[in-house]
């Protein structure tokens, strides 16, 4: 567990430049650019979860909860201060929403990793001898 948290560091960071772009007016969605910065990072998560974690949902889970820090420190600091709401309730929400959106991106790539892992052949069971 404790090796993979440096893993789960950097994947989580690697979502998080998406944010700023966005939360500045640089990348807007339905460009490619934002697709591009959306869907590369997540892949990259479920391809180190395949190949370097016995254990891919609960790396994935810890990379999308410094995701979820990521964007909860981002939005927080970008943010116009423009709101319907008070202030302080704003803030709570955008933190509590950024946590959660990073923990379920987070776990449905932990479990799409999970699956894949479920599809690669045992190397221990090709070593196995038959009686």
């Not at 959306?38 to 889970?61: N, Y």
């Not at 810890?62 to 939005?75: F, P, Q």
Request: glycine share 10%; hydrophobic share 55%.
């Amino acid at each position: 567990m404790r090796k993979d948290i440096p893993l789960m560091i950097v994947l989580g960071l690697l979502a998080a430049p998406r944010a700023v772009l966005h939360d500045l007016g640089l990348v807007h969605e339905g460009t490619g650019l934002n697709a591009l910065l959306v869907f590369v990072p997540l892949l990259m998560w479920v391809v180190a979860a395949v190949t370097h974690s016995s254990s891919p949902v609960r790396l994935l889970i810890g990379a999308g909860a410094v995701y979820g820090i990521c964007l909860a420190v981002i939005h927080n600091a970008l943010w116009n201060g423009e709101a319907t709401v008070a202030e302080p309730l704003a803030r709570a929400g955008m933190t509590l929403s950024s946590l959660v959106t990073g923990l379920t991106v987070g776990a449905i790539c932990g479990g799409v990793a999970w699956l894949l892992t479920r599809r690669r052949p045992d190397p221990a069971a090709s070593h196995k001898s038959t009686p």
